[in-house]
Structure formats: structure tokens, C-alpha cells
């Protein structure tokens, strides 16, 4: 991609409110970028928590119906092991959501949507948004964990993080690129570009659970609200 | 190691690396150290170090999983030689004879940099090999890769696993069976809970079988599209 020395690019982002009746939201003054140095992966466990999101595909769920928060060691793991991230940032002294009593934005000025890599965290801006993929970089991807603070989505934010990791891997020539999606998140990821195999394999997913009472040599692991249960060892001598 | 630049969009934008080798990574490039100091500011509220930091050693949790050898069976040939299927991970993995083998299953053929590349980058790459061992002394024994496995993983919560293959002549004997769920203990030994495969018609009972469920409480798997 030809480097431009500046801006880096500019994006008109014009917010679309999907629902007319409401008063017409302002696109917040955003940045995204890929740069990984940018990630506070305690401001990304709020986030997730904030968006109801969770990492285990299947979550405990706690008394306020939302996930549990992560945790900090493996997400910070998951993180370092995901070769393409992509962050969303706002100006904190954006209103988002409710907060704002009198609905009247402080923020004037611009509108578009800023790329720009910042080389270490800017204190005034606040995480919003995040996706990140795990590739082997060479014949496949999958994309995990992308979230939009609740006050800020159906603005385009979420396909736009979507856009960027399928542009970084396309640009490596990873074109088989899955996203694990539950009821909720096919119609996002249908509007982001994707659908159903075409080679029309079945999803699986490894959800054999330990029954309870049993107790044995068998190796069991939480994972979210499923205790699975391992296969036997098959090391063994001759037959 | 292996570093790509994925994205020099602008001249003072600091490039993103693909670092996929993150095991052996032993030299410091400045965007890795910040991101290590990132990472610890996760955990130090107040940590303002703005030194170069050298990646700290891998942690103990973060290894990839322990490298297993061992055999799973042996069997006296007709002809006096014992055959031994041998299980490994952690191997390499020669490119072209995996493609002989894919070839013998009727899979299309891969660009062998691109799958090369994919081994290297897997989480966990399994193997199994049948090993002709030679009643005489001289030690010609026959080595034949004829099944392989492999997952790619976040190292924390998903994985999903790719390519499973058994040569049709080694097929019916269960080794398939132990492949998988050789690695599916070696990935709950790790934690990571998100175990997924896309499974062809053919082989949803073989995975039924071995645990997995089809689009469990409707989480189903889609599919980038390009659109020109």
C-alpha cells in the first residue's frame, strides 16, 4: 500500500442513525488503529465487560446477567498470541450514551474518522472499540472478540474493526478467514461480508462435559460454565 | 524469526509486525518492547518506564504444549518386519511428503511456501508415522508419514483445528480417533476452552463421537466472502 506522508488517511464517517425517530446521534471523534502498543488490556476487560462480552464461548454468566470479567493473565495471552489487533479510540471528553444530561454535545468540530498509529497510549482517549485474529500466516484466519461500547454501536464502528482485520490479512494473501459467530453476531457479520461456507462444512465445537458425581483419572478443565471433561490418554504400549 | 510488515500506511505510522514466532523471538525491535510495557501496565497501574524493555522470557503458562513422542502401536507384519505407528508433536513436518499424503485423501493442492508457513505458525501440528522396522540389525527401518493434525490458538481461549488427515490404507484403526484426542488433552491441559472444527458432511458423526457438537446453542461458523 503506497505510504501518503500525511494524514495517513482520512475516512469521511457520516453517522447513519438507524432509527430516525431518535435524535440524530453524532459520530464520535474516533481513531483506530492496528498498533498493539496502544492496547491496555485492563481498559479491554472493561470494555468486554461493559459490552456484555465474553471470552469463553460459553460464559458463566454472574447476578447482572453479563458475563463474567475475564481473565486478566489469559487475555493478556490471548492478546500477544493474536498476530493482527485492532483498537478503537475515543476522545474521553466525548458524551457517550447517557451520561449526557442536556443530549447536547460538547464535542464540536470534525467528523470523520481518523487513521492514525500512536506509538503510546494517549491519556485522553478511551478505548470503544477492539477485534482482533488469530492467523497462522500462511492458509488460515479467525476473528475473535469484537466488541463496540454499547452507547456507540449501530454507527458502523464494529464493521469498520471488521474491514481493517480482513484487510490486514488479505493483504498477506489469508483469504480463509472464519469468524465463530453466535444467533446474535451472524447478522453483524453478514452485513461485514461474510456467510456461510461454501464448501458447507458443520461448525463443531469440543463440548463433551464431565458428568456430575463422576469423579476419576479423567482430566476435567472449566471453561466458562462448561466443566469439559478430556479424552483418556491413548498412550500405551504394544497392542 | 519470522517478522512480516502488514501495514506502512503512513510514513510516521509505526508498522504493525506480524510476529508469529513469538517463542523464539530473541531480538527487541522498539514496537515489541512497548508492547511488553503495555502489557505490564495492564497489570502496574503505575508503571511510566519509558526505557526499552527486553521481552521478558517466555512465561511458564504461556509454553506451547510439551512435545510428545510415543508409539501407539506395533503390529508383526506378514513378512517377520514390525510396524510401529508412532504418535508425535512437535516434529517437523516435511512439506512434501504431507502433500503425498494429502494427495492420497484427493485433497487440492496447497502452494507448499503457504503451507510451510501454516506448520510453522500452528499452535500444535500432530503426526502420526508408520515406522517398518526391519528384523535384521542393519537398522533399515521405514519411515512414512501417513496421518497429521494440526490447531492454530490464541494460546488463552480458542482453538481450531485444521487438516486432519489418516492415509486411506491406515484408516478404520482408530488412529484418527487418537490424533484428535491427543490433541484435544494436550489443548485442555492449556486451558484453552474454545476447542472448533469445520467438518465436512461426511465426518460430522466421527466428531460427534469424539465429543464435538454441532453449532452448539447456534454458534456456527461464517465465512469472509470478497466482494470485487
Not at chain 1, 464517517?13 to 496502544?38: G, H, L, M, Y
Not at chain 1, 461456507?197 to 458443520?202: E, F, N
Request: proline share 7%.
Amino acid at each position: 500500500m503506497a505510504s501518503s506522508p500525511f494524514p495517513a488517511a482520512f475516512i469521511r464517517f457520516s453517522a447513519t442513525p438507524q432509527n430516525p425517530n431518535k435524535k440524530s446521534r453524532k459520530a464520535p471523534p474516533i481513531t483506530i488503529s492496528t498498533n498493539r502498543s496502544c492496547i491496555d488490556v485492563v481498559h479491554l476487560r472493561e470494555l468486554l465487560h461493559a459490552s456484555g462480552h465474553s471470552c469463553h464461548r460459553f460464559p458463566t454468566v454472574g447476578a447482572d446477567g453479563r458475563p463474567e470479567p475475564v481473565d486478566l493473565g489469559k487475555l493478556s495471552r490471548a492478546v500477544a498470541h493474536s498476530p493482527v489487533v485492532v483498537s478503537v479510540f475515543c476522545k474521553s471528553n466525548f458524551p457517550l450514551g447517557d451520561q449526557d444530561p442536556g443530549g447536547i454535545s460538547r464535542f464540536t468540530g470534525f467528523e470523520q474518522m481518523f487513521e492514525r498509529a500512536v506509538s503510546v497510549p494517549d491519556p485522553d482517549s478511551l478505548l470503544i472499540g477492539f477485534g482482533r485474529a488469530v492467523t497462522d500466516g500462511g492458509l488460515t484466519a479467525s476473528i475473535h472478540d469484537v466488541v463496540v461500547m454499547p452507547s456507540l454501536q449501530r454507527l458502523g464502528i464494529g464493521r469498520k474493526i471488521v474491514q481493517r482485520l480482513v484487510r490486514v490479512l488479505t493483504s498477506r494473501e489469508i483469504y480463509d478467514i472464519s469468524a465463530l459467530c453466535s444467533t446474535e453476531e451472524r447478522l453483524f457479520f453478514r452485513a461485514c461480508g461474510f456467510g456461510d461456507d461454501m464448501l458447507g462444512s458443520t461448525t463443531m465445537m469440543y463440548t463433551r462435559t464431565a458428568p456430575s458425581g463422576q469423579e476419576g483419572e479423567s482430566m476435567t478443565k472449566q471453561a466458562g460454565r462448561m466443566l469439559l471433561l478430556a479424552p483418556p490418554s491413548t498412550r500405551r504400549g504394544s497392542d | 524469526m519470522f517478522q512480516v510488515s502488514l501495514s506502512q500506511e503512513s510514513v510516521q505510522a509505526q508498522s504493525t509486525y506480524l510476529c508469529l514466532d513469538w517463542k523464539r523471538a530473541t531480538k527487541v525491535c522498539p514496537l515489541k518492547a512497548n508492547f511488553w510495557d503495555s502489557i505490564r501496565s495492564g497489570f502496574l497501574k503505575n508503571n511510566n518506564t519509558t526505557e526499552v524493555i527486553e521481552p521478558p522470557s517466555t512465561p511458564p503458562e504461556d509454553e506451547e504444549p510439551l512435545p510428545q513422542e510415543f508409539v501407539l502401536t506395533e503390529r508383526t507384519q506378514p513378512d517377520g518386519t514390525v510396524e510401529e505407528i508412532v504418535f508425535s508433536s512437535g516434529g517437523d513436518v516435511d512439506v512434501y511428503d504431507l502433500q503425498a499424503l494429502c494427495d492420497k485423501v484427493g485433497w487440492p493442492r496447497r502452494p507448499p511456501s503457504k503451507v510451510a508457513t501454516a506448520l510453522k505458525n500452528s499452535y500444535m501440528v500432530a503426526t502420526l508415522h508408520a515406522i517398518n522396522r526391519s528384523s535384521g540389525s542393519e537398522g533399515n527401518d521405514r519411515k512414512q508419514l501417513i496421518g497429521m493434525a494440526r490447531a492454530t490458538s490464541d494460546h488463552a481461549f480458542n482453538a481450531t483445528i485444521w487438516d486432519v488427515l489418516v492415509d486411506p490404507s491406515y484408516q478404520g484403526r482408530g488412529l484418527g480417533k487418537a490424533l484428535i484426542e491427543q490433541m484435544i488433552r494436550a489443548l485442555l491441559q492449556r486451558d484453552i476452552g474454545n476447542i472448533t472444527l469445520f467438518a465436512d458432511d461426511k465426518v460430522v458423526d466421527f466428531y460427534r463421537n469424539l465429543g464435538f457438537e454441532p453449532d452448539p446453542q447456534g454458534i456456527k461458523g461464517m465465512f469472509w466472502y470478497p466482494r470485487y
